[in-house]
């Protein structure tokens, strides 16, 4: 059921625009193979043809008729990019078989400063709802954001500060169902000017219960090493969701930049799964189940400043600067009372310098300060209370003269984690350097090299306890070092008639490889297997690639064959590293026109079974999908959109997941929602 506050949003939202909409001037149908301009990792914007950076982008029209679901399982699927599907609340982005502390979640190029990357079953503080667009960053040339984007960035960007000035009132309403966990989702945003100001104000709620799935819940492996038979339970217990978060921004937008003040507040509850046995007649549920009914309440209260200054001479062209503040706690509940806590409070800011291009250079230099607290209270606070501070300076620079051009940059970083435990300090200095050449106009090839430094986490330098989450009792190693990683990247971009590709193969090499690995003895307490922290050396490579090819065209109709296809492997000094996802490869075939959007896809997956110790193989699997959208108005304001997911039932098991032998991936569903735009 939709919540009052949703209904109450709606009610408002519907009312302020029904009066203002028929004003408006309308949304234009969206061009097709424009080139996206990026600015995640190149502050000063480059077009995604011209990137060294493997780059995705879910833009405002993809965001409109996708899954109401956690930023995890909304990126899954793109190239290079899985999901650590813990629970339908918590899900993190997997990148290139990375994730955690090397993966960075960003909001506005802000970090999230929240603790989602401490614990698999911990949400990111922002739901994918917000999002005017998200650009997902491969690999780690991304200098900008420092040794936590080693393995990537995902970077969510909203419009909760205005930075341009709207043709009077825009905005959208947007709400969907789905059939395989009975889940409702809600939104609204509004932008309006206010004599020099411009305001926005949002609201987004979502809603689900448990999601049914094909088959038992626990993996034949599991059954059988536990000895037990599958029962008739197709639904995975204790996976609801319930989110509500709303939020309101002013800028003030002059003729030489801007500035801007946002808040925002994300309240939500979800269930944490577990092991779920058929049990004897007359034993205890409680007793069956094990950790049924544990639950997580998150909440957190954002505040952010932005603003812009140009300058119209002088070697930079403009100045930026972006300040976060937010305060987090993450409640564990074991039925109705309160277990672990999870505190994090702190700030981010980032000042950077953009320099006027003078003959295809270009470039920027900035500043980055973190400042937080992450704390812990409870039995599983396997983690000290920690104060983290990080300083960081940076330079990008690109020159471009057509047919060949180079790029390159340098970051300093200085990071300190200060506990009980112990204080260290650490200084990282990380490069990068590539050189691009078009030999004809629809061919970019490029190279680039990159070292990069990770400083050690909190949870890897200092955990000590029982982690339910991953089950292992977890310890740090207060003496590890940086992470270091030498890696080599060849990208190539093809764009010519009807045919458009794209390519990345990389190898990376890492000195210091911080891995948690099994000791082989159990901790006499909590029962489970004793993990550490340790460094070793290890090499990661692969490739993802994407094509499109259209078929036929007419003027705004159009019929396109898709592919797209990853492949990664890493191999440590101990042994095959842990989760690391298998190859995939998927094909659609995609109708586009003015009225109508229709397409299939089927997605294959490969089995993966080197895997590391305490870790389960999974089978291959395919699953296949039907979408389709009508805009049913000549203004195409208006669009109603259907998609059927996994139609053949598939039982699917994502292998980056803790959880993937008793949470498999959800079965057949039917989604529909409508989005106005505005």
Sequence with gaps: MISHRALLLAAASWTALGGVAAAQSLPQPRELHVDDVIVTGAPFGVTDRASLLAVDVLDEEDLAVAPAATLGDLVNGLPGVRSTNFAPGASRPVIRGLSGPRVQ??????????????????????????????????????????????????????????????????????????????????????????????????????????????????????????????????????????????????????????????????????????????????????????????????????YDLRGELTFETGPFSAARLSAGWADYAHTEFEGDEIGTQFFSDGAEGRFE????????????????????????????????????????????????????????????????????????????????????????????????VARNERAPSEVELFAQGAHVATGAFEIGDIDLDSEVATSVEATVHFAKGPFEADLHAYSARYDGFIDLRPTGVDDPDSGLPIFQYVQTDADFRGFEAEAEYRLWESGDRGLALTGAADWVRATTDLGPAARIPPWSVTAGLDWTSRRVDAGVEVRHVGEQDRTAAFERPTDSYTLVSLKGAIRPFADRNVTVFAEASNLTDAEAREHASFQKDIAPLPGRSLRAGITWRF
């Design 353 to 448: 310098l953009i320099q006027r291009e003078r003959n295809g250079w270009q470039g920027v230099v900035g500043a980055q300060l973190l400042d937080r607290t992450f704390d812990a209270v409870g039995d599983e606070a396997y983690v000290p209370r920690t104060d983290i501070s990080e300083q960081g300076l940076y330079t990008v620079q690109r020159f471009d003269r057509g047919g060949l051009g180079f790029e390159g940059g340098l970051r300093l970083d200085r990071r300190s984690l200060e506990s009980v435990a112990a204080e260290r300090d650490f200084s990282n200095v990380s490069a990068s350097a590539g050189v691009f050449f078009r030999p004809t106009a629809p061919l970019f090839l490029g190279l680039s």
């Design 105 to 302: 979640v960003l909001t506005n190029g802000l970090g999230m400063i929240d603790a989602s990357s401490v614990s698999p079953d911990h949400q990111v503080a922002v739901d994918p709802g917000e999002a005017r667009r998200i650009e997902i960053v491969r690999g780690p040339s991304t200098l900008v954001f420092g040794g936590s984007a080693i393995g990537g960035v995902v970077n969510i960007i909203d419009d909760r500060i205005p930075t341009e000035r709207p043709e009077g009132v825009d905005g959208h309403v947007s709400a969907q169902y789905s059939t395989v966990d009975d889940g409702s989702s809600l939104g609204a945003r509004l932008k309006a000017n206010a004599g020099p100001l411009v305001l926005t104000v949002d609201g987004f709620t979502r809603e689900a219960s448990d999601y049914d799935v094909p088959v038992f819940p626990e993996s034949q492996r599991l059954l059988d090493e536990e000895g037990e038979e599958p029962g008739d339970e197709r639904t995975v217990e204790n996976t609801f969701v319930q989110l509500d978060q709303y939020g309101a921004g002013v800028s003030w937008i002059g003729p030489r930049g801007y500035v801007g003040f946002s808040a925002k507040h994300v309240d939500t509850t979800y269930g944490v799964p577990g092991h779920e046995h058929e049990h004897e007649e007359g034993e205890e549920e409680e007793e069956a189940h094990g950790e049924e009914g544990v639950s997580i309440g998150l909440e957190q209260t954002r």
